[in-house]
């Protein structure tokens, strides 16, 4: 019942920059954090960003200055812009968030979008 749905995915040049979405649907009780990871071709999944409810955030070294997530909680939305998107940066990714529903806490993911930079 719950699904959290990612979007603004796409290919990219060096440089630019790519907005995503993660819209979390269903009966909701608390959406609480959530966080965004990836996943390159032969590679594990890594944590790229995380916001609190209350907007706290944390990055990856990695994208730390490139990227900025933050979240619409009356939309129950997260966002991840990235900028200056290196091809480094190409995988599939992911959303995740904790959250708390009729089942009590747990976590969800999304199904991926795909973010390709070229060289």
């Known amino acids: 019942q719950v699904q959290l749905v990612e979007s603004g995915g796409g290919l990219v040049q060096t440089g630019g920059s790519l907005r995503l979405s993660c819209a979390a649907t269903?009966?909701?009780?608390?959406?609480?954090?959530m966080r965004w990871y990836r996943q390159a071709p032969g590679k594990q999944r890594e944590l790229v960003a995380g916001?609190?409810?209350?907007?706290?955030?944390n990055y990856a070294d990695s994208v730390k200055g490139r990227f900025t997530i933050s979240r619409d909680n009356a939309k129950n939305t997260a966002y991840l812009q990235m900028n200056s998107l290196k091809p480094e940066d190409t995988a599939l990714y992911y959303c995740?968030?904790?959250?708390?529903?009729?089942?009590?806490?747990?976590?969800?993911w999304g199904q991926g979008t795909q973010v390709t930079v070229s060289s």
């Open positions: 916001i609190t409810r209350g907007g706290s955030t």
């Open positions: 269903g009966s909701i009780f608390s959406l609480n954090t």
């Open positions: 995740n968030a904790d959250l708390v529903n009729i089942g009590g806490p747990r976590s969800y």
